[in-house]
């Protein structure tokens, strides 16, 4: 990533840890996605560490580890439900085939983590589970996708749902 000249899309998504083993382990051991940088910053007990896993398209995934910098004793990593919203407002999607949907499913068999929910969209399959953070992560399978309609998609932000028949 060095020399990468990309000048669109994610360069790095940064999230809070509290538990930094935990977080690796998830992230670098079960999902495959290798630890490739560490940054330390302060002096003695008050310190960060910036840590990021390689999502195998340039991007990166990052957590903050934060001890004495600033911080509430009890803050909360939970994006979602550490707001009061339910756990699948606020996740992270990675692409995935057939392949590595399986893979995923069943590493997390294996490690006996269960998923928080399993859906199929229409247009895509989707398996979530919620990392040492209560992050969800969700792992996207296209059945086919979804083609791009910016001109519905602009309709449909002020369409009001039809009514459900019963």
């Known amino acids: 990533m060095a020399n990468d000249q990309r000048n ?7 999230f809070a840890c509290k538990d930094l083993d935990a977080t690796v382990n998830f992230y670098d051991h079960l999902l495959q996605f290798p630890l490739v940088h ?18 195998g398209d340039g991007s990166n995934l990052a957590f903050f580890y934060l001890h004495g910098v600033g911080e509430p004793e009890n803050y909360k990593t ?23 949907y399986q ?31 209560g992050i969800l992560v969700e792992f996207c399978k296209d059945t086919p996708g979804f083609n791009p309609d910016p001109k519905k998609a602009r309709s449909l932000l002020s369409a009001v749902p039809p009514e459900v028949k019963t």
């Open 8 to 14: 669109t899309g994610f360069h790095h998504v940064a």
């Open 38 to 55: 560490t940054e330390i910053q302060g002096q003695g007990q008050n310190f960060m560490r910036h840590v990021f896993f390689d999502l």
């Open 78 to 100: 939970e994006i979602s439900t550490g707001l009061d919203l339910p756990i699948w407002v606020n996740h992270v999607a990675f692409a995935a085939d057939e392949a590595r």
């Open 103 to 133: 893979q995923v499913k069943q590493t997390m068999v294996e490690a006996k983590i269960e998923p928080v929910m399993e859906a199929d969209h229409d247009w895509c399959q989707s398996i979530y589970y919620a990392d040492p953070n």
